[in-house]
């Protein structure tokens, strides 16, 4: 099936780079640290308002391989805002119906969260509702290699059905970056090949709901034409 016919039949597939967690901290003169809890909020609000702007899918950049670069105690501080965050929400979500799954590399993540989020993933795994992709320790060029070299006959399908972790191919329809940034920085490479892009100014914990629809407004307002013309 080609790649681009996909995501009409499961809603729109949403991929987000919450960018400006730090900058929104520092403008009201708190810790980086704050600004990323006050980001949790927003992945809240933007799961809750999902489901009405017709996403089924919804990739969320929570940290880089890149992120490694970064003070040891703002990484120790990300990864114990997910585990409580796990911790909170996956009742809620079982009960929603959101199905969670995580991509990126395990090995590097330490054993008390990474028991935590095998157990999300299968609780969550009969969700159908929404899912919920969270990126850890992802790099985009590391996760095409690492599937190719899996692989006993790299075709485009199956390097989609490979990375997506979902059991099919699911393209991304629309690529949201907050907080005034227009880079990739190494997200979802393959997947975003058709992918339609939306720069917001707004810092990520500042995102809602109702930045998200107008977000998916503009993105309905596009002209997807896949290389092709209009006939
Ligand atoms: C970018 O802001 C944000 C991150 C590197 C982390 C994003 C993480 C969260 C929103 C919380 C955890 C996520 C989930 C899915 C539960 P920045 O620190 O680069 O901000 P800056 O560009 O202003 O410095």
Redesign the pocket.
């Known amino acids: 099936m080609p790649v681009e016919e996909v995501s009409e039949d499961n809603g729109l597939h949403v991929a987000l780079?919450?960018?400006?967690?730090?900058?929104?901290?520092?403008l009201r003169k708190f810790p980086?640290i704050y600004?990323?809890?006050m980001?949790?909020e927003?992945?809240r609000k933007v799961i809750e308002a999902a489901p009405r702007n017709k996403i089924g899918m919804l990739t969320?950049?929570?940290?880089?391989s890149d992120?490694w670069k970064?003070p040891p105690e703002?990484v120790t501080h990300?990864f114990s805002?997910?585990k409580s965050?796990?911790r909170q929400?996956v009742d809620s979500f079982v009960e929603k119906g959101i199905r969670l799954v995580f991509i990126g590399r395990r090995d590097r993540i330490a054993e008390g969260l990474r028991a935590e989020i095998e157990a999300a993933e299968q609780k969550t795994r009969y969700g159908e509702a929404l899912i919920?992709r969270?990126a850890?320790d992802y790099s985009g060029r590391e996760q095409i290699l690492m599937a190719l070299a899996d692989l006993p006959c790299a075709t485009p399908e199956a390097l989609s059905f490979a990375l997506s972790g979902v059991g099919k191919d699911w393209p991304v329809d629309l690529l949201i970056r907050t907080?005034g940034?227009q880079r990739l920085s190494d997200f979802l490479l393959w997947e975003c090949a058709y992918a339609e892009f939306y720069f917001s100014p707004i810092?990520?914990?500042d995102f809602d709901g109702k930045a998200l629809g107008e977000a998916v407004g503009a993105y309905l307002q596009r002209d997807r034409r896949f290389g092709s013309i209009k006939t």
Request: net charge neutral; proline share 2%; glycine share 10%.
């Open positions: 780079i919450m960018d400006g967690n730090g900058r929104w901290a520092t980086r600004g990323h809890k980001g949790i927003a992945v969320l950049y929570a940290f880089s992120n970064r703002e990300l805002l997910l965050y796990l929400e919920v969270i850890l907080s940034e810092h990520w914990p």
